[in-house]
Protein backbone atom coordinates (compact mmCIF):
# COMPACT_ATOMS: atom_id res chain seq x y z
CA UNK A 1 0.00 0.00 0.00
CA UNK A 2 1.56 3.26 -0.77
CA UNK A 3 1.74 5.84 1.86
CA UNK A 4 -0.83 8.39 2.95
CA UNK A 5 -1.56 11.13 0.63
CA UNK A 6 -0.94 13.59 2.72
CA UNK A 7 2.95 12.96 2.90
CA UNK A 8 3.15 12.71 -0.50
CA UNK A 9 1.53 16.39 -0.96
CA UNK A 10 3.95 17.64 1.40
CA UNK A 11 6.58 16.15 -0.31
CA UNK A 12 5.85 16.73 -3.68
CA UNK A 13 4.74 20.12 -2.88
CA UNK A 14 8.37 20.58 -1.43
CA UNK A 15 9.39 19.32 -4.75
CA UNK A 16 7.96 22.19 -6.70
CA UNK A 17 9.44 24.92 -4.29
CA UNK A 18 12.89 23.93 -4.11
CA UNK A 19 15.48 23.14 -6.25
CA UNK A 20 15.48 19.85 -8.03
CA UNK A 21 19.47 18.25 -6.53
CA UNK A 22 17.53 19.51 -2.71
CA UNK A 23 14.10 18.21 -3.47
CA UNK A 24 15.66 14.44 -4.62
CA UNK A 25 17.56 14.49 -1.64
CA UNK A 26 14.62 16.21 0.65
CA UNK A 27 12.34 13.16 -1.06
CA UNK A 28 14.96 10.47 -1.12
CA UNK A 29 13.77 7.88 -3.50
CA UNK A 30 10.17 6.72 -4.32
CA UNK A 31 8.17 4.27 -2.65
CA UNK A 32 8.37 2.44 -5.92
CA UNK A 33 11.83 2.10 -6.43
CA UNK A 34 12.43 1.47 -2.85
CA UNK A 35 9.98 -1.37 -3.18
CA UNK A 36 11.83 -3.07 -6.36
CA UNK A 37 15.19 -2.25 -4.71
CA UNK A 38 14.21 -4.31 -1.61
CA UNK A 39 12.65 -6.99 -3.41
CA UNK A 40 15.01 -7.41 -6.71
CA UNK A 41 18.11 -9.23 -5.11
CA UNK A 42 15.62 -11.91 -3.49
CA UNK A 43 14.12 -12.66 -7.01
CA UNK A 44 17.59 -12.41 -8.67
CA UNK A 45 19.15 -15.09 -6.36
CA UNK A 46 15.80 -17.24 -6.40
CA UNK A 47 15.96 -17.28 -10.25
CA UNK A 48 19.76 -17.73 -10.52
CA UNK A 49 20.18 -20.64 -7.65
CA UNK A 50 16.55 -22.36 -7.88
CA UNK A 51 14.34 -21.51 -11.33
CA UNK A 52 17.44 -21.52 -13.51
CA UNK A 53 18.51 -25.10 -12.38
CA UNK A 54 15.25 -26.20 -12.49
CA UNK A 55 14.18 -24.92 -16.04
CA UNK A 56 18.04 -26.80 -16.71
CA UNK A 57 16.58 -29.82 -14.91
CA UNK A 58 13.79 -30.06 -17.07
CA UNK A 59 15.50 -29.33 -20.07
CA UNK A 60 18.44 -32.17 -19.18
CA UNK A 61 15.10 -34.50 -18.61
CA UNK A 62 14.66 -34.43 -22.24
CA UNK A 63 17.94 -35.69 -23.10
CA UNK A 64 20.52 -38.47 -23.01
CA UNK A 65 23.08 -36.46 -21.41
CA UNK A 66 25.84 -38.11 -18.69
CA UNK A 67 26.87 -35.72 -16.33
CA UNK A 68 30.70 -37.45 -16.10
CA UNK A 69 30.90 -37.63 -20.03
CA UNK A 70 30.14 -34.27 -20.65
CA UNK A 71 32.20 -34.60 -23.80
CA UNK A 72 30.23 -36.82 -25.35
CA UNK A 73 27.43 -34.12 -25.58
CA UNK A 74 23.60 -34.38 -26.00
CA UNK A 75 20.89 -35.76 -27.76
CA UNK A 76 17.44 -34.94 -27.89
CA UNK A 77 15.38 -38.27 -26.80
CA UNK A 78 12.28 -36.44 -26.45
CA UNK A 79 9.77 -38.28 -23.70
CA UNK A 80 12.00 -41.23 -23.23
CA UNK A 81 13.28 -41.28 -20.38
CA UNK A 82 9.85 -40.02 -18.72
CA UNK A 83 8.75 -43.32 -20.07
CA UNK A 84 11.63 -45.21 -18.53
CA UNK A 85 11.22 -43.91 -15.44
CA UNK A 86 6.99 -44.83 -14.89
CA UNK A 87 8.18 -48.03 -16.59
CA UNK A 88 10.95 -48.69 -14.05
CA UNK A 89 10.02 -51.70 -11.52
CA UNK A 90 13.02 -50.03 -8.91
CA UNK A 91 11.17 -46.62 -9.35
CA UNK A 92 8.21 -48.16 -8.06
CA UNK A 93 9.64 -50.06 -5.59
CA UNK A 94 11.08 -47.00 -4.16
CA UNK A 95 8.22 -44.75 -4.64
CA UNK A 96 5.98 -47.70 -2.24
CA UNK A 97 8.87 -47.85 0.22
CA UNK A 98 8.29 -44.08 0.44
CA UNK A 99 4.61 -44.57 0.91
CA UNK A 100 5.23 -46.81 4.08
CA UNK A 101 7.46 -44.54 5.59
CA UNK A 102 5.16 -41.55 5.10
CA UNK A 103 1.89 -42.97 6.13
CA UNK A 104 3.55 -44.83 9.14
CA UNK A 105 5.52 -41.98 10.49
CA UNK A 106 2.42 -39.32 9.87
CA UNK A 107 0.49 -41.35 11.65
CA UNK A 108 2.48 -42.36 14.65
CA UNK A 109 3.81 -38.98 14.77
CA UNK A 110 0.16 -37.50 15.02
CA UNK A 111 -1.28 -40.10 17.88
CA UNK A 112 1.90 -39.30 19.45
CA UNK A 113 2.15 -35.54 18.97
CA UNK A 114 -1.39 -34.54 19.40
CA UNK A 115 -1.04 -36.92 22.74
CA UNK A 116 1.35 -34.71 24.32
CA UNK A 117 -0.29 -31.91 23.14
CA UNK A 118 -3.00 -32.75 25.04
CA UNK A 119 -1.39 -33.76 27.86
CA UNK A 120 0.40 -30.46 28.30
CA UNK A 121 -2.50 -28.68 27.86
CA UNK A 122 -3.50 -29.62 31.30
CA UNK A 123 -0.41 -26.85 32.31
CA UNK A 124 0.65 -29.10 35.47
CA UNK A 125 3.95 -27.44 37.44
CA UNK A 126 7.04 -27.36 34.80
CA UNK A 127 5.17 -28.30 31.55
CA UNK A 128 7.24 -25.23 30.36
CA UNK A 129 10.58 -27.33 31.20
CA UNK A 130 9.49 -30.77 29.82
CA UNK A 131 8.14 -29.14 26.40
CA UNK A 132 12.33 -27.79 25.94
CA UNK A 133 13.40 -31.30 26.91
CA UNK A 134 11.04 -32.55 23.95
CA UNK A 135 11.57 -30.14 21.58
CA UNK A 136 15.31 -30.99 21.01
CA UNK A 137 15.39 -34.05 18.98
CA UNK A 138 13.81 -32.15 16.14
CA UNK A 139 16.41 -29.12 16.23
CA UNK A 140 19.20 -31.56 15.78
CA UNK A 141 21.16 -32.21 12.66
CA UNK A 142 19.44 -35.09 11.03
CA UNK A 143 22.52 -37.36 9.73
CA UNK A 144 24.27 -36.75 12.49
CA UNK A 145 21.74 -38.21 14.65
CA UNK A 146 20.94 -40.57 11.80
CA UNK A 147 24.39 -41.41 12.11
CA UNK A 148 24.46 -42.24 15.76
CA UNK A 149 21.05 -44.15 15.87
CA UNK A 150 22.83 -46.81 13.93
CA UNK A 151 25.16 -46.91 17.00
CA UNK A 152 22.24 -47.17 18.85
CA UNK A 153 20.52 -50.06 16.80
CA UNK A 154 23.71 -51.97 16.92
CA UNK A 155 22.75 -56.17 17.40
CA UNK A 156 25.09 -56.94 20.17
CA UNK A 157 26.14 -53.55 21.95
CA UNK A 158 23.74 -51.40 20.50
CA UNK A 159 21.49 -49.43 23.58
CA UNK A 160 18.11 -49.96 21.53
CA UNK A 161 18.68 -53.73 21.40
CA UNK A 162 19.80 -53.50 24.82
CA UNK A 163 16.47 -51.76 26.33
CA UNK A 164 14.05 -54.16 23.92
CA UNK A 165 15.86 -57.07 25.29
CA UNK A 166 15.32 -55.78 28.94
CA UNK A 167 11.74 -55.69 28.52
CA UNK A 168 11.00 -58.38 26.37
CA UNK A 169 13.42 -61.16 27.45
CA UNK A 170 14.42 -61.16 24.18
CA UNK A 171 18.25 -61.80 23.49
CA UNK A 172 19.26 -58.29 22.35
CA UNK A 173 21.96 -60.07 19.54
CA UNK A 174 19.00 -62.25 18.35
CA UNK A 175 17.07 -59.00 16.26
CA UNK A 176 19.12 -56.48 13.50
CA UNK A 177 16.84 -53.75 13.57
CA UNK A 178 19.15 -52.03 10.32
CA UNK A 179 20.12 -55.67 9.16
CA UNK A 180 16.86 -57.21 8.53
CA UNK A 181 14.85 -56.47 5.70
CA UNK A 182 11.61 -56.69 8.02
CA UNK A 183 12.96 -54.44 10.57
CA UNK A 184 15.02 -52.30 8.82
CA UNK A 185 11.63 -50.54 7.32
CA UNK A 186 10.79 -50.00 10.69
CA UNK A 187 13.99 -48.43 11.83
CA UNK A 188 13.56 -45.54 10.09
CA UNK A 189 10.02 -45.54 10.73
CA UNK A 190 11.30 -45.12 14.76
CA UNK A 191 14.06 -42.79 14.06
CA UNK A 192 11.78 -40.12 12.61
CA UNK A 193 9.10 -40.30 14.81
CA UNK A 194 11.84 -40.06 17.57
CA UNK A 195 12.81 -36.77 15.93
CA UNK A 196 9.88 -34.96 14.36
CA UNK A 197 6.88 -36.36 17.31
CA UNK A 198 8.10 -32.85 19.10
CA UNK A 199 6.82 -30.74 15.85
CA UNK A 200 3.46 -32.44 15.47
CA UNK A 201 3.09 -31.74 19.32
CA UNK A 202 4.26 -27.73 19.64
CA UNK A 203 1.76 -26.89 16.48
CA UNK A 204 -0.96 -28.90 18.35
CA UNK A 205 -0.29 -27.03 21.51
CA UNK A 206 -0.69 -23.75 19.63
CA UNK A 207 -4.20 -25.25 18.43
CA UNK A 208 -5.25 -26.32 22.03
CA UNK A 209 -4.10 -22.90 23.38
CA UNK A 210 -6.05 -21.52 20.85
CA UNK A 211 -9.54 -22.75 22.01
CA UNK A 212 -11.10 -19.87 24.57
CA UNK A 213 -12.15 -21.02 27.61
CA UNK A 214 -15.71 -20.15 27.57
CA UNK A 215 -16.36 -22.78 24.85
CA UNK A 216 -15.57 -25.55 27.65
CA UNK A 217 -17.88 -23.62 30.18
CA UNK A 218 -20.63 -23.00 27.82
CA UNK A 219 -20.21 -26.81 27.12
CA UNK A 220 -20.17 -27.75 30.90
CA UNK A 221 -23.52 -25.41 31.41
CA UNK A 222 -25.25 -27.51 28.55
CA UNK A 223 -24.27 -30.35 30.69
CA UNK A 224 -21.96 -32.10 27.58
CA UNK A 225 -20.05 -35.24 28.67
CA UNK A 226 -15.86 -34.75 28.55
CA UNK A 227 -16.08 -36.95 25.45
CA UNK A 228 -18.69 -35.34 23.48
CA UNK A 229 -16.39 -32.13 24.51
CA UNK A 230 -13.49 -33.93 23.00
CA UNK A 231 -14.86 -34.54 20.27
CA UNK A 232 -17.14 -31.49 19.46
CA UNK A 233 -15.26 -29.13 20.19
CA UNK A 234 -11.53 -30.02 21.04
CA UNK A 235 -10.84 -31.76 17.95
CA UNK A 236 -12.56 -29.69 15.29
CA UNK A 237 -10.95 -26.83 16.71
CA UNK A 238 -7.27 -28.21 16.60
CA UNK A 239 -8.06 -30.08 12.90
CA UNK A 240 -6.76 -27.18 10.85
CA UNK A 241 -3.40 -26.53 12.68
CA UNK A 242 -2.86 -30.31 12.99
CA UNK A 243 -3.45 -30.87 9.18
CA UNK A 244 -0.90 -27.51 8.74
CA UNK A 245 1.91 -29.73 10.67
CA UNK A 246 0.67 -32.48 8.11
CA UNK A 247 1.79 -30.72 5.27
CA UNK A 248 5.04 -29.50 6.78
CA UNK A 249 5.87 -32.58 7.57
CA UNK A 250 4.84 -34.51 4.29
CA UNK A 251 6.26 -32.58 2.28
CA UNK A 252 9.59 -32.65 4.50
CA UNK A 253 9.14 -36.58 4.50
CA UNK A 254 8.45 -37.32 1.13
CA UNK A 255 11.84 -35.96 0.59
CA UNK A 256 13.67 -37.34 3.37
CA UNK A 257 16.64 -38.18 2.49
CA UNK A 258 19.92 -37.42 5.29
CA UNK A 259 18.70 -38.66 8.10
CA UNK A 260 18.13 -42.02 5.74
CA UNK A 261 21.02 -42.27 4.03
CA UNK A 262 23.19 -41.89 7.37
CA UNK A 263 21.18 -44.80 9.33
CA UNK A 264 20.72 -47.66 6.31
CA UNK A 265 21.81 -45.76 3.16
CA UNK A 266 19.06 -47.34 1.26
CA UNK A 267 19.72 -50.90 3.10
CA UNK A 268 19.66 -53.97 3.61
CA UNK A 269 19.43 -54.57 -0.32
CA UNK A 270 17.15 -51.17 -1.20
CA UNK A 271 14.04 -51.92 1.30
CA UNK A 272 14.91 -48.62 2.84
CA UNK A 273 15.92 -46.98 -0.25
CA UNK A 274 12.96 -43.73 -0.57
CA UNK A 275 12.40 -42.27 -3.59
CA UNK A 276 15.60 -39.72 -2.56
CA UNK A 277 17.65 -42.17 -1.96
CA UNK A 278 17.07 -43.60 -5.24
CA UNK A 279 17.39 -40.65 -7.13
CA UNK A 280 20.98 -39.90 -5.83
CA UNK A 281 22.27 -43.14 -6.81
CA UNK A 282 20.80 -42.45 -10.58
CA UNK A 283 22.08 -39.14 -10.60
CA UNK A 284 25.17 -39.26 -8.92
CA UNK A 285 26.36 -42.64 -8.72
CA UNK A 286 25.07 -43.86 -11.95
CA UNK A 287 25.49 -40.53 -13.65
CA UNK A 288 22.32 -41.11 -15.60
CA UNK A 289 21.64 -37.46 -15.58
CA UNK A 290 18.50 -37.17 -18.62
CA UNK A 291 17.29 -39.91 -16.49
CA UNK A 292 17.54 -38.77 -13.21
CA UNK A 293 16.14 -35.36 -14.21
CA UNK A 294 13.15 -36.92 -15.76
CA UNK A 295 12.32 -38.71 -12.32
CA UNK A 296 13.32 -34.99 -10.21
CA UNK A 297 10.70 -33.89 -12.10
CA UNK A 298 8.08 -36.38 -11.81
CA UNK A 299 8.79 -35.92 -7.86
CA UNK A 300 8.41 -32.16 -7.48
CA UNK A 301 5.49 -32.36 -9.94
CA UNK A 302 4.28 -34.77 -7.30
CA UNK A 303 4.86 -33.24 -4.12
CA UNK A 304 3.55 -29.76 -5.26
CA UNK A 305 0.35 -31.05 -7.17
CA UNK A 306 -0.29 -32.96 -3.64
CA UNK A 307 0.52 -30.08 -1.76
CA UNK A 308 -1.35 -27.47 -3.53
CA UNK A 309 -4.35 -30.06 -3.08
CA UNK A 310 -3.76 -29.98 0.59
CA UNK A 311 -4.15 -26.34 0.94
CA UNK A 312 -7.35 -26.17 -0.36
CA UNK A 313 -8.74 -28.98 2.02
CA UNK A 314 -6.54 -26.88 4.82
CA UNK A 315 -8.35 -23.57 3.93
CA UNK A 316 -12.11 -25.55 3.09
CA UNK A 317 -11.53 -27.23 6.88
CA UNK A 318 -9.93 -23.47 8.47
CA UNK A 319 -13.44 -22.09 6.80
CA UNK A 320 -15.71 -24.41 8.83
CA UNK B 1 -5.44 -18.52 28.35
CA UNK B 2 -3.64 -19.43 31.07
CA UNK B 3 -5.84 -22.29 33.13
CA UNK B 4 -7.10 -24.19 30.20
CA UNK B 5 -9.35 -26.33 31.93
CA UNK B 6 -10.44 -24.87 35.09
CA UNK B 7 -12.15 -27.62 36.19
CA UNK B 8 -9.39 -30.60 35.57
CA UNK B 9 -9.34 -32.64 38.84
CA UNK B 10 -5.51 -32.81 40.11
CA UNK B 11 -5.24 -36.60 39.96
CA UNK B 12 -5.79 -36.11 36.07
CA UNK B 13 -2.87 -32.93 35.75
CA UNK B 14 -0.51 -35.58 37.71
CA UNK B 15 -1.30 -38.29 35.60
CA UNK B 16 -0.63 -36.39 32.41
CA UNK B 17 2.40 -35.04 33.97
CA UNK B 18 3.66 -38.49 34.55
CA UNK B 19 3.21 -39.41 30.77
CA UNK B 20 4.91 -35.96 29.62
CA UNK B 21 7.79 -36.50 31.75
CA UNK B 22 7.90 -40.32 30.99
CA UNK B 23 8.02 -39.67 27.37
CA UNK B 24 10.42 -36.35 27.40
CA UNK B 25 12.74 -38.81 29.69
CA UNK B 26 12.58 -42.09 27.11
CA UNK B 27 13.31 -39.50 24.23
CA UNK B 28 16.20 -37.81 25.56
CA UNK B 29 17.89 -41.11 26.61
CA UNK B 30 20.03 -41.06 22.64
CA UNK B 31 21.11 -37.48 23.28
CA UNK B 32 22.24 -38.78 26.79
CA UNK B 33 24.07 -41.42 25.37
CA UNK B 34 26.04 -39.22 22.50
CA UNK B 35 26.88 -37.32 25.22
CA UNK B 36 28.09 -40.23 27.66
CA UNK B 37 29.94 -42.52 24.77
CA UNK B 38 32.26 -39.31 24.03
CA UNK B 39 34.14 -40.16 27.08
CA UNK B 40 33.97 -43.68 27.04
CA UNK B 41 37.28 -45.50 26.00
CA UNK B 42 37.03 -47.31 22.11
CA UNK B 43 36.37 -50.84 25.03
CA UNK B 44 33.78 -49.21 26.80
CA UNK B 45 31.72 -47.79 24.31
CA UNK B 46 31.35 -51.60 22.69
CA UNK B 47 30.76 -53.88 26.09
CA UNK B 48 28.02 -55.98 26.75
CA UNK B 49 25.78 -55.03 28.32
CA UNK B 50 26.11 -51.21 27.70
CA UNK B 51 28.26 -49.44 30.21
CA UNK B 52 26.02 -46.97 32.32
CA UNK B 53 28.94 -46.46 34.70
CA UNK B 54 32.52 -46.04 33.11
CA UNK B 55 35.76 -44.13 34.26
CA UNK B 56 35.61 -41.50 31.54
CA UNK B 57 38.58 -40.31 29.44
CA UNK B 58 39.23 -38.05 26.94
CA UNK B 59 40.18 -40.22 24.20
CA UNK B 60 37.30 -39.66 21.81
CA UNK B 61 37.96 -35.85 22.27
CA UNK B 62 41.90 -36.29 20.98
CA UNK B 63 40.85 -38.70 18.18
CA UNK B 64 38.49 -36.59 16.75
CA UNK B 65 40.75 -33.69 16.30
CA UNK B 66 43.60 -35.66 15.68
CA UNK B 67 45.21 -38.42 13.39
CA UNK B 68 47.50 -41.00 14.62
CA UNK B 69 49.85 -44.14 13.77
CA UNK B 70 50.26 -47.47 15.47
CA UNK B 71 53.80 -47.65 16.47
CA UNK B 72 55.68 -50.48 17.69
CA UNK B 73 57.30 -50.77 20.95
CA UNK B 74 60.83 -50.66 20.79
CA UNK B 75 60.03 -47.66 18.55
CA UNK B 76 58.20 -46.29 21.54
CA UNK B 77 60.60 -46.34 23.48
CA UNK B 78 63.06 -44.63 21.54
CA UNK B 79 60.81 -41.28 21.91
CA UNK B 80 61.57 -38.48 24.79
CA UNK B 81 58.30 -38.24 27.22
CA UNK B 82 55.65 -37.37 26.28
CA UNK B 83 55.10 -33.17 26.47
CA UNK B 84 50.93 -33.20 26.90
CA UNK B 85 48.81 -35.02 28.44
CA UNK B 86 47.25 -35.70 25.26
CA UNK B 87 50.31 -36.99 23.86
CA UNK B 88 50.30 -39.73 26.90
CA UNK B 89 47.06 -40.50 26.29
CA UNK B 90 47.96 -41.59 22.60
CA UNK B 91 50.58 -43.75 23.48
CA UNK B 92 49.18 -45.49 26.36
CA UNK B 93 47.40 -46.73 23.13
CA UNK B 94 50.65 -47.68 21.66
CA UNK B 95 50.23 -45.00 18.89
CA UNK B 96 51.53 -41.38 18.24
CA UNK B 97 49.84 -38.30 17.08
CA UNK B 98 50.59 -37.53 13.27
CA UNK B 99 48.81 -34.72 12.72
CA UNK B 100 45.28 -32.69 12.88
CA UNK B 101 42.47 -34.55 11.90
CA UNK B 102 40.21 -32.60 9.09
CA UNK B 103 37.40 -32.24 11.71
CA UNK B 104 38.70 -28.96 12.77
CA UNK B 105 39.22 -27.71 9.30
CA UNK B 106 35.54 -29.27 8.58
CA UNK B 107 34.17 -27.79 11.55
CA UNK B 108 35.32 -24.33 10.65
CA UNK B 109 33.66 -24.45 7.16
CA UNK B 110 30.50 -24.94 9.18
CA UNK B 111 31.03 -22.00 10.93
CA UNK B 112 32.33 -20.05 7.94
CA UNK B 113 29.16 -20.82 5.24
CA UNK B 114 26.75 -20.67 8.14
CA UNK B 115 27.52 -17.45 9.66
CA UNK B 116 28.11 -16.58 5.98
CA UNK B 117 24.63 -17.40 4.49
CA UNK B 118 22.65 -16.45 7.70
CA UNK B 119 23.95 -13.01 7.10
CA UNK B 120 22.95 -12.89 3.64
CA UNK B 121 19.64 -14.33 3.77
CA UNK B 122 18.82 -11.88 6.38
CA UNK B 123 19.73 -9.11 5.23
CA UNK B 124 18.03 -9.82 1.75
CA UNK B 125 15.45 -11.32 3.63
CA UNK B 126 14.67 -8.16 5.82
CA UNK B 127 14.83 -5.83 2.84
CA UNK B 128 12.63 -8.36 1.01
CA UNK B 129 9.75 -8.63 3.94
CA UNK B 130 10.24 -4.53 4.70
CA UNK B 131 8.87 -4.34 0.94
CA UNK B 132 6.32 -7.11 1.21
CA UNK B 133 4.76 -6.05 4.28
CA UNK B 134 4.47 -2.40 3.18
CA UNK B 135 4.49 -1.19 -0.78
CA UNK B 136 1.80 -2.46 -3.14
CA UNK B 137 3.83 -4.53 -5.43
CA UNK B 138 1.89 -6.50 -8.29
CA UNK B 139 1.43 -10.22 -7.70
CA UNK B 140 2.42 -9.38 -3.91
CA UNK B 141 0.76 -13.03 -3.43
CA UNK B 142 1.98 -14.78 -6.22
CA UNK B 143 5.52 -13.46 -5.15
CA UNK B 144 5.07 -14.58 -1.86
CA UNK B 145 4.40 -18.39 -2.97
CA UNK B 146 6.93 -18.42 -5.27
CA UNK B 147 9.15 -17.42 -3.03
CA UNK B 148 7.43 -20.13 -0.36
CA UNK B 149 7.21 -23.07 -3.45
CA UNK B 150 11.05 -23.18 -3.93
CA UNK B 151 11.23 -24.26 -0.37
CA UNK B 152 9.25 -27.80 -1.64
CA UNK B 153 12.20 -28.54 -4.46
CA UNK B 154 14.03 -31.97 -3.07
CA UNK B 155 17.06 -30.95 -2.72
CA UNK B 156 18.79 -33.47 -4.80
CA UNK B 157 16.26 -32.45 -7.56
CA UNK B 158 18.03 -29.04 -8.38
CA UNK B 159 21.50 -30.48 -6.92
CA UNK B 160 22.05 -32.09 -10.30
CA UNK B 161 21.87 -28.42 -12.58
CA UNK B 162 23.62 -26.76 -9.53
CA UNK B 163 26.29 -29.48 -9.74
CA UNK B 164 26.51 -28.70 -13.35
CA UNK B 165 26.28 -25.11 -12.72
CA UNK B 166 29.13 -25.03 -10.25
CA UNK B 167 31.65 -26.67 -12.02
CA UNK B 168 31.41 -24.53 -14.92
CA UNK B 169 31.47 -21.31 -12.70
CA UNK B 170 34.26 -22.52 -11.19
CA UNK B 171 32.35 -22.29 -7.51
CA UNK B 172 31.92 -26.07 -7.12
CA UNK B 173 33.70 -26.87 -3.50
CA UNK B 174 33.82 -23.62 -2.51
CA UNK B 175 32.91 -21.78 0.43
CA UNK B 176 31.12 -18.95 -1.62
CA UNK B 177 29.38 -21.31 -3.67
CA UNK B 178 27.62 -22.87 -0.72
CA UNK B 179 26.85 -19.65 1.29
CA UNK B 180 25.03 -18.62 -1.93
CA UNK B 181 23.02 -22.09 -2.38
CA UNK B 182 22.42 -22.06 1.72
CA UNK B 183 21.35 -18.38 1.02
CA UNK B 184 19.14 -19.31 -1.99
CA UNK B 185 17.42 -22.01 0.21
CA UNK B 186 17.02 -19.70 3.13
CA UNK B 187 15.52 -16.71 1.95
CA UNK B 188 12.25 -18.27 1.88
CA UNK B 189 12.03 -18.83 5.53
CA UNK B 190 13.27 -15.35 6.01
CA UNK B 191 11.15 -13.73 3.85
CA UNK B 192 8.02 -15.25 4.99
CA UNK B 193 9.29 -14.78 8.77
CA UNK B 194 10.72 -11.53 8.65
CA UNK B 195 7.28 -10.35 6.99
CA UNK B 196 5.38 -11.39 10.10
CA UNK B 197 7.45 -9.66 12.77
CA UNK B 198 7.71 -6.45 10.73
CA UNK B 199 3.74 -6.93 9.70
CA UNK B 200 3.06 -6.48 13.66
CA UNK B 201 5.18 -3.09 14.09
CA UNK B 202 3.09 -0.51 13.59
CA UNK B 203 3.10 1.77 10.36
CA UNK B 204 2.32 5.05 12.69
CA UNK B 205 5.84 4.52 13.76
CA UNK B 206 7.24 5.61 10.46
CA UNK B 207 4.75 7.93 9.86
CA UNK B 208 5.47 10.26 12.64
CA UNK B 209 9.19 9.64 11.90
CA UNK B 210 7.99 10.76 7.91
CA UNK B 211 6.34 13.85 9.07
CA UNK B 212 9.57 15.20 11.33
CA UNK B 213 11.50 14.93 7.72
CA UNK B 214 12.65 11.42 7.84
CA UNK B 215 12.85 9.98 3.85
CA UNK B 216 11.24 6.63 3.75
CA UNK B 217 14.83 4.53 3.47
CA UNK B 218 16.01 6.82 6.41
CA UNK B 219 12.81 5.87 8.44
CA UNK B 220 13.46 2.31 7.60
CA UNK B 221 16.34 2.46 8.95
CA UNK B 222 15.95 4.73 11.85
CA UNK B 223 12.37 2.99 12.81
CA UNK B 224 11.91 -0.32 11.69
CA UNK B 225 14.72 -1.66 11.64
CA UNK B 226 15.48 -1.31 15.73
CA UNK B 227 12.01 -2.35 16.70
CA UNK B 228 12.54 -5.26 14.33
CA UNK B 229 15.85 -6.57 15.82
CA UNK B 230 14.11 -9.56 18.20
CA UNK B 231 12.39 -10.76 15.22
CA UNK B 232 16.07 -10.38 12.97
CA UNK B 233 17.53 -12.20 15.71
CA UNK B 234 15.17 -15.11 15.45
CA UNK B 235 14.97 -15.56 12.03
CA UNK B 236 19.04 -15.38 11.81
CA UNK B 237 18.92 -18.21 14.71
CA UNK B 238 16.69 -20.44 12.14
CA UNK B 239 19.04 -19.65 9.29
CA UNK B 240 22.13 -20.87 10.80
CA UNK B 241 20.30 -23.88 12.38
CA UNK B 242 18.99 -25.01 8.68
CA UNK B 243 22.78 -24.23 7.41
CA UNK B 244 24.44 -25.57 10.10
CA UNK B 245 22.35 -29.00 9.98
CA UNK B 246 22.24 -28.90 5.90
CA UNK B 247 23.37 -32.26 5.02
CA UNK B 248 22.58 -33.40 0.63
CA UNK B 249 23.96 -30.45 -0.64
CA UNK B 250 26.98 -30.64 1.16
CA UNK B 251 27.69 -34.23 0.54
CA UNK B 252 26.82 -34.30 -3.17
CA UNK B 253 28.17 -30.69 -4.04
CA UNK B 254 31.32 -30.52 -1.88
CA UNK B 255 34.19 -33.54 -1.27
CA UNK B 256 37.28 -31.01 0.26
CA UNK B 257 38.00 -27.36 0.43
CA UNK B 258 34.31 -26.61 1.98
CA UNK B 259 33.28 -29.58 3.18
CA UNK B 260 30.74 -28.96 6.18
CA UNK B 261 30.70 -31.15 9.12
CA UNK B 262 27.73 -33.22 8.70
CA UNK B 263 28.87 -35.45 6.12
CA UNK B 264 32.27 -35.61 7.81
CA UNK B 265 31.27 -36.67 10.96
CA UNK B 266 30.41 -40.60 9.85
CA UNK B 267 33.54 -40.58 8.33
CA UNK B 268 35.70 -40.56 11.67
CA UNK B 269 34.48 -43.89 12.56
CA UNK B 270 38.27 -45.09 12.20
CA UNK B 271 40.02 -47.58 11.51
CA UNK B 272 37.80 -51.17 11.80
CA UNK B 273 34.73 -49.22 12.15
CA UNK B 274 34.91 -49.20 16.01
CA UNK B 275 36.00 -45.25 17.23
CA UNK B 276 32.02 -44.71 18.27
CA UNK B 277 33.83 -42.64 21.27
CA UNK B 278 35.41 -40.57 18.62
CA UNK B 279 31.96 -39.67 16.30
CA UNK B 280 30.49 -39.34 19.25
CA UNK B 281 32.55 -36.57 20.28
CA UNK B 282 32.08 -35.06 17.04
CA UNK B 283 28.73 -35.37 17.21
CA UNK B 284 28.29 -33.40 20.94
CA UNK B 285 30.56 -30.66 19.82
CA UNK B 286 28.39 -30.41 16.70
CA UNK B 287 24.89 -30.54 18.48
CA UNK B 288 25.68 -28.60 21.73
CA UNK B 289 25.56 -24.78 20.16
CA UNK B 290 21.79 -26.11 18.48
CA UNK B 291 20.93 -26.90 22.07
CA UNK B 292 21.96 -23.58 23.76
CA UNK B 293 20.23 -22.39 20.23
CA UNK B 294 16.81 -23.93 20.43
CA UNK B 295 16.28 -23.11 24.36
CA UNK B 296 17.09 -19.14 23.49
CA UNK B 297 14.57 -19.54 20.62
CA UNK B 298 11.77 -21.15 22.74
CA UNK B 299 9.30 -18.55 22.82
CA UNK B 300 9.81 -18.08 18.79
CA UNK B 301 10.08 -21.93 18.11
CA UNK B 302 6.60 -21.84 16.44
CA UNK B 303 7.00 -19.30 14.05
CA UNK B 304 9.88 -20.70 12.91
CA UNK B 305 9.23 -24.23 12.24
CA UNK B 306 5.63 -23.05 10.69
CA UNK B 307 7.29 -20.03 8.60
CA UNK B 308 5.01 -17.61 10.50
CA UNK B 309 1.96 -19.34 9.74
CA UNK B 310 1.52 -20.10 13.52
CA UNK B 311 1.95 -17.23 16.24
CA UNK B 312 1.39 -17.85 19.99
Not at chain 1, 119 to 128: D, I, P, R, T, V
Not at chain 2, 74 to 95: A, G, K, N, Q
Not at chain 2, 101 to 120: E, V, W, Y
Amino acid sequence: MSRPSILQKIASSAAVATPAPVARQVRGLSDRAIAWLFVTPTILLLLAINIFPLIWTIQLSFTNYKANRAARGEKFIGLRNYERVLGDADIWISLQTTAHFLIWTMLLQVLLGFGLAWLLNKQFKGHSFWTTLILLPMMLSPAVVGNFWRFLYQPQIGLFNYIIAFFTGADPSSFQMLGDVNLAPWSIVIVDTWMWTPYIMLICLAGLRSIPDYIYEAAEVDRASKWRQFWSITVPMVLPFLMLAVLFRAIENFKMFDLVVELTNGGPGSVTELASINLKREAFEKWRTGYSSAFAIILFVTVFGVANIYVKALNAVKQR
Amino acid sequence: MSSAHPHEKPWGKRLAAGLVILYALVSIIPLIWIFLTGFKSPQDSISYPPKMVFSPTMEGYVNVFTTRTRQTPEYMETLPPPETWYDELVRSRSMVIAGPSKFGQRFLNSIIIGFGSTFLSVFLGTLAAYAFSRFKIPLKDDLMFFILSTRMMPPIAVAIPIFLMYRELGLADTHLGMILLYTAVNISLAVWLLKGFIDEIPREYEEAAMIDGYSRFQSFRKVVLPQATTGIAATAIFCLIFSWNEYAFALLLTSGTAQTAPPFIPTIIGEGGLDWPAVAAGATLFLVPIVFFTIMLRKHLLRGITFGAVRK
